[in-house]
């Protein structure tokens, strides 16, 4: 959901994890935290239906595409578990979001195609062909 392995399309294996990690980001934070993770740049942008793999609570248009602020980078749900759970996101990121005011960063053209190179040549299957 958040940073390596975005681009895994088994998110239902993530269940456990995302369930676990439930309840860490306090009731009063995750509107702000979950607007700057649905308002970043989308860098990868996929025809997709997701659906909320801990109590199909809410589905996301778009869901396993990725966004990024530039220093971060995440599947487009990432917010709704946020919102909807709490779901405790890494640290780094969370002083980083506080550090802009929670405010998403607009990238330009070509920083968005660098983070989609970097992307894609991060998750490109290795070998055969």
């Not at 396993?64 to 780094?92: F, N, Q």
């Amino acid at each position: 959901m958040f940073g390596d392995g975005v681009l895994h399309s088994d998110v239902t294996r993530w269940r456990a994890s995302l369930a676990a990690l439930s309840g860490r980001i306090p009731p009063d934070d995750r509107p702000k935290i979950a607007h700057y993770l649905r308002t970043a740049p989308v860098v990868l942008a996929f025809m997709s239906y997701t659906e909320d793999v801990i109590n199909s609570a809410f589905g996301v248009s778009g869901g396993s595409g990725v966004a990024s602020d530039g220093v971060h980078y995440w599947r487009r749900d990432a917010a709704e578990y946020v919102e909807h759970y709490g779901t405790g996101l890494p640290d780094d990121f969370l002083r980083h979001g506080q550090s802009v005011s929670w405010e998403p960063p607009v990238l330009t053209q070509h920083e968005i195609m660098e983070i989609d190179d970097f992307l894609v040549a991060r998750y490109r299957p290795h070998g055969g062909g």
